[in-house]
């Protein structure tokens, strides 16, 4: 096992540039920043759903409250 440790020591690597590292570090840290952009318009997305499907539902009874008290006191 010992010779093929020593024999890999001796055998040319591919180099890795700091260059390479850089830009490998920078397109995964755009990528994150993407995808964490994504969920929070996702994420808004549904809360503004839900705040206006309460506020639709809101006026949609009010209204029906008004209509029910209108009738009341005109045909009373």
Same mark, same amino acid.
């Given at each position: 096992?010992?010779?093929?440790?020593?024999?890999?020591?001796?055998?040319?690597?591919?180099?890795?540039?700091?260059?390479?590292?850089?830009?490998?570090?920078?397109?995964?840290?755009?990528?994150? @920043?993407?995808?964490?952009? =994504? @969920?929070?318009?996702?994420?808004?997305?549904?809360?503004?759903?839900?705040?206006?499907?309460?506020?639709?539902?809101?006026?949609?009874?009010?209204? =029906?409250?008004?209509?029910?008290?209108?009738?009341?006191?005109?045909?009373?």
């Amino acid at each position: 096992m010992q010779w093929k440790w020593n024999a890999w020591l001796h055998m040319p690597q591919a180099t890795v540039h700091s260059s390479e590292v850089a830009e490998a570090w920078l397109a995964w840290h755009s990528m994150q @920043r993407s995808m964490m952009w =994504l @969920r929070q318009m996702a994420q808004l997305s549904t809360t503004m759903s839900q705040a206006h499907s309460a506020t639709a539902f809101h006026f949609f009874t009010s209204n =029906l409250e008004n209509i029910q008290k209108c009738k009341s006191v005109h045909y009373g």
